[in-house]
């Protein structure tokens, strides 16, 4: 090395000093906290690589898809949906009935259960969660939702719970809250801070410590009341790279990982340790086509094209439309056709158009109802609409996610060809929300995840979910607005047959169907990869084409299977009879297209490898002419 | 690089006449005060532009889950947005002088806290980094500029060239596929290893290599070039002929003379740098799924957690300054000239 006095020297000293102070101070910033968890040496861990953060693990408080997960294994809600059909089935209630005049829900509560501290779970603990969300309005920052329509929530005795509602309710023995230990939360003062850990919980995991933006970690809680996990440890390790994660499985470093692109799926494909998970999933991809977007007392806002009005012309788009296409060139094959508006997954409620309602993808048909409609071609090619005006539509496409960005030119070739030109216009997630629910747009590609029970995803449907004058207030999709939608939503919500209320969810889907003010171009499948020579298996949900991870239940975690332990286990005895409700969340896309940037990316280096040279080469050059 | 030194040098030229005793307190003070305006209008700089963000936070943050427009009104009000644009910048600042910068929207604790969970494994890595950079930008400066033209100037000039153009999410991914199983590839410790001391000592360090790595190759090619032409341009100076003429030798002229007339723009280089320290490497964060404050920024970007914004964006902008004002001082200090002019 160099050895520069003075100046130098003493500038290198005090940097290497400040280094020094810093570095103690941020070690045993992380030593100190990983204290608690000083005994997870030994026994078998489960290590999961994520790639979506933890907002909070406060249960009164999480809402992202990665907070509300690693809760579901933490406490026991009152129902769970069963592996095979997602049918509500009992958790913490073992069965429950309804009255009569069907206000009031009685659950009885489980004997048997007892929380991961050893004090016994009872109706009482449930009744505490329930009212304290009832009474305080921070705590129904999640859930809120659930309990809008209560009058009352009892615990009549230690094993049985009675809730009252204000109107017949059929989403009731579908609550995702989860319950919380009395004995530890009426002693936390401020209900919305981040909870102590270990956590008291009752379900199969519970949380031992949390590093945020590093790792969660949860031991097998051996009090849990269906047998205790076979593995000791879960540890949801966090990468904000999906690709690193990856190299992470393929290292070993983590045993299972969800969710993968389609390009990491088929580099992992051959890989003899690793076994592959291409599993049908709940989120739906669809175009939205502005029918004419108004507030919720009816009053037009946005500047949507008025020729979309005509449910001819939308009808017409929808027909030239190809999901096939599109699965096999958006998402390499990794996704699922389209048919209605609940994806596939949900086998009860699912619904496709059959005999004359199907619209086959037919270019010449569409091209025909629209001369048929009256809309003439123009000089260009260019279809005219009813003004005379040539028609233009703008497509609104989120610019940070891949499916957007490799499906808008497909729809706008397709339309093209039946005469209508399109703008994709990218913008930004926040942007797209926005503009789409102020009504500013006339095609936009939107999507949600659904859920167990239909009613939330049902509900953005109706003219109730615009949203008020001032653009806020409700989550608007389609901007639907028809009378006989809402009469069915109404209906189902009342209905507690469950076969009688899955007509009717699909009589909804039909008609959402025909007024094409949205079109279903299909469904992602969620794409995971396990470890196999240290994992026997998971159980998925569904049951042989479902998911590992980020169930609507805990199945796959809870029945995790080392290598040379098996079989995997399934919990397929259906117990439950009705419906279920709801908690969708956004799911966080990940849009790495990662291989692309790497060809470009190698493509640049090059280039700037040479030009990096040539320059060094001129500086010598002039530098030798100076000399 | 000329652009990032041209403040400095605009910041010599304002430099007070001499009136001898009372010049350096006064400068002091200048400097402190500019850097404190500089701030001031940082807060409120940051205050407005979040707010520009499109997208309503509320809406943002709902979306996707059912919520009852109740839940809306509760969390705007809630977070205070529901009062007018006036109001809320009061009681910002009036929170601010209190030390509170709020809490966070996503994360459900004070941003302060936030900020520190994240402040040091920035500082941790982004510092090593740096440093190494620095010496190692030096070292290869000092060679390579003192034998301009030969085949090490040639050679390392090249090197330092096509690795400072290397974009360094590539780099980084490049680094882990050539290195797998060699080093973990995401944050900062093992979630199982065990909590003394030591072992996490050496679990951090194995952690840290491929981000230092990738952090180094990417920046210490400004500190070698900058050193290399600043030693090139007193190369021939009198002075050192005169050096040369007292029969010191090569070596001698290099280290006494050359090299610490030429350090003191790398110097000015250097504690600009060190400002944007803090700010991290949002790519190498990224890539290595470090936990530290660039990613939190461009996290809280993604969802408009304006409280968190506005915290890190305060931290951020407040280093910078603090280190261009503690440079200005420093340089006063370094170079007699300053004093004298």
Redesign the interface.
């Known amino acids: ?8 020297l003493a ?2 000293v005090t ?2 000093a ?2 020094l102070v ?2 103690p ?8 906290t ?5 005994s ?2 030994e026994g078998k ?1 489960l ?1 999961i690589g994520v790639t979506r ?1 933890v ?2 693990l ?1 249960p009164f ?1 999480s ?2 898809l990665m907070g509300t997960s690693i809760l579901r294994y933490q406490f026991e809600f009152l129902t769970t949906y069963s592996q095979g059909t997602m049918t509500p089935e009992g958790a913490l209630a073992e069965s429950w009935e309804t009255s009569d005049d069907k206000l009031t829900w009685t659950y009885h509560v489980r004997k048997d259960m007892k929380w991961s501290d050893g004090e016994p779970v009872t109706a009482k603990d449930a009744a505490w969660t329930f009212q304290k969300m009832l009474d305080d ?2 705590a ?2 999640a859930n ?3 309990v ?1 329509q209560w009058e009352s929530v009892t615990a009549t005795d230690d094993y049985t719970l009675e809730i009252k509602t204000k109107v017949p309710q059929a989403t009731m023995d579908a609550l995702d809250i989860p319950i919380v230990p009395e004995h530890v939360w009426s002693k936390v003062s401020d209900i ?3 909870p102590e850990f270990p956590m008291v919980g009752n379900g199969p995991y519970y949380i031992t410590e949390f ?5 969660t ?1 949860m031991k097998a809680n051996k009090n849990y009341w269906r047998g205790a996990p076979k593995v000791d440890e879960v ?1 949801f ?5 999906s ?3 990856v ?2 499985l ?4 983590v045993d299972l990982i969800n969710p993968l692109t389609p390009t990491q799926y088929d580099a992992l494909q051959g890989e003899p340790d690793i076994e592959l998970n291409n599993a049908q999933n709940r989120r739906f991809n669809e175009l939205l086509i502005n029918p004419g977007a108004a507030t919720n007392d009816g009053t037009p806002i946005g500047n949507g094209n008025p020729a979309l009005k005509d449910i001819k012309l939308r009808q017409a788009i929808a027909q030239a439309i190809d999901t096939k296409t599109l699965v096999d060139k958006v998402w390499g094959g990794y996704a699922t056709e389209a048919a209605g508006y609940i994806p596939p997954m949900f086998k009860d409620f699912a619904w496709q158009p059959s005999g004359d309602e199907v619209r086959k993808f037919d270019l010449d048909a569409a091209n025909k109802a629209l001369d048929d409609a009256g809309y003439k071609k123009g000089p260009d090619g260019i279809r005219l609409d009813k003004q005379g005006k040539p028609l233009n539509l703008r497509l609104l496409a989120h610019a940070e996610r891949d499916v957007d960005e490799n499906a808008s030119p497909f729809i706008k070739g397709w339309l093209k060809d039946i005469g209508i030109e399109v703008t994709i216009e990218p913008k ?4 797209v ?2 503009e789409t ?1 102020r009504g500013e747009y006339d095609l936009a590609i939107s999507g ?2 659904a859920n167990p029970d239909p009613d ?1 995803v049902l ?1 953005l449907q109706t003219c109730a979910s615009r949203p ?1 004058a001032d ?5 608007p999709d389609s901007f639907l607005c028809n009378e006989e939608y809402d009469d069915l939503y109404a209906k189902q919500l009342s209905e507690f047959d469950r076969t009688k209320r899955i007509d009717i969810v699909k009589e909804m889907q039909a008609l959402l169907y025909d007024q094409a003010t949205l079109v279903i171009f299909g469904y992602d499948n969620g794409l995971e990869a396990f470890r196999k020579d240290k994992f026997e298996g998971f159980p998925q949900q569904p049951t042989g084409n479902g998911v590992i991870m980020f169930q609507q239940s805990y199945w796959g975690l809870l029945g995790a299977t080392p290598a040379g332990e098996g079989p995997v286990p399934v919990y397929d005895g259906s117990e439950g009879t009705a419906s279920g409700e ?6 966080g896309e990940d849009s790495s297209n ?1 291989g692309l ?2 060809g470009i ?2 493509g ?2 090059v280039v ?2 040479v ?3 040539l ?3 001129g ?2 050059k002039t ?2 002419d100076r ?1 | 690089m000329s652009d990032i030194l041209i403040p400095t040098e605009e910041a010599l030229a304002e430099v007070p006449p001499p009136t001898r005793g009372g010049g350096t307190l006064r400068y002091v003070l200048t400097k402190i005060g500019g850097g404190l305006l500089s701030f001031a209008l940082v807060v409120v700089l940051g205050f407005l532009l979040f707010r520009a ?4 936070v ?18 705007k009000r ?1 977070y205070g947005l529901d009062l007018p644009l006036w109001q809320q910048f009061v009681n910002y600042i009036g929170d601010l002088l209190h030390g509170d910068l709020g809490t966070s929207y ?4 004070p941003v302060l806290q ?1 900020i520190e ?2 402040f ?2 920035t ?2 890595l982004v ?2 980094s ?2 190494i950079s ?2 190692l930008g ?2 290869i400066g ?2 390579s500029g003192w034998r ?2 030969n085949r090490f ?2 050679i390392s ?2 090197v330092a ?2 690795l400072w ?3 360094t ?2 780099l980084g ?1 490049l680094l ?2 050539a290195t ?2 060699l080093f ?14 030591l072992s ?2 050496l679990d ?1 360090a194995h952690h840290m290599v491929l981000p230092t790595i990738t952090l180094v190759a990417v920046t210490y090619a400004q500190y070698q070039l900058v050193m290399r032409s600043s030693l ?1 341009e007193e190369m021939d100076a009198d002075y050192l002929t005169t050096a040369r003429a007292k029969g010191l030798r090569d070596d001698e002229v290099r ?2 003379h050359a ?2 007339n030429a ?1 003191l723009p790398t ?1 000015t280089l ?1 504690f600009l740098h060190l400002g944007f320290v803090i700010a991290g490497a949002i790519s190498v ?5 470090w ?1 530290g404050l660039g ?2 920024t461009y ?1 809280a970007l ?1 969802v ?1 957690d304006l409280p968190l914004l506005q915290g890190t964006f305060l931290v951020l902008a407040g280093a910078v300054i603090f280190m261009n004002v503690l440079a200005d001082l420093l340089y006063r200090v ?1 170079d007699p000239r300053v004093r004298a002019s």
């Open positions: 090395m160099i050895i520069v006095r003075s100046r130098l500038l290198g940097l290497m400040s280094a810093t570095a101070v941020a070690v045993p910033a992380s030593a100190s990983a204290a608690e968890a000083a997870g040496q861990i290590r953060e907002d909070t406060n408080m809402i992202t309005e921070v129904r920052t809120g939702s659930y809008q919305s801070a981040t590093k945020e933006a590093q790792f970690k540890h390790v966090y990468y904000s790279n690709d690193a994660a190299s992470a393929q290292s070993g470093d930004s997630d926040n942007q929300n926005e629910t949600w995840s939330y509900s008020n653009g806020t207030g409700a989550t709801d908690t969708t969340e956004a799911a990662t940037i790497l990316v190698g640049v280096i700037v490898l030009v990096g040279l320059v060094a080469r500086r010598r530098a030798d000399e | 963000l499109p997208g309503d509320v809406q943002t943050m709902v979306r996707g889950r059912p919520a009852t427009a109740e839940m809306i009104a509760n969390l809630e996503v994360y459900r604790v936030k969970e994240r040091w494994p500082v941790l510092g090593v740096t440093l620095v010496a030096l070292w000092t060679r301009r033209g100037d040639r000039t090249g060239l096509t153009s290397t974009p999410f590539w991914m882990m596929a797998t199983g973990p590839t995401a944050g900062i410790v093992y979630s199982d290893t065990p909590p003394d001391f996490q000592a951090i090139i280290r006494k090299v610490p350090l110097v250097v964060e990224t890539v290595f799924s936990p990613r939190l996290d993604r408009g370094l």
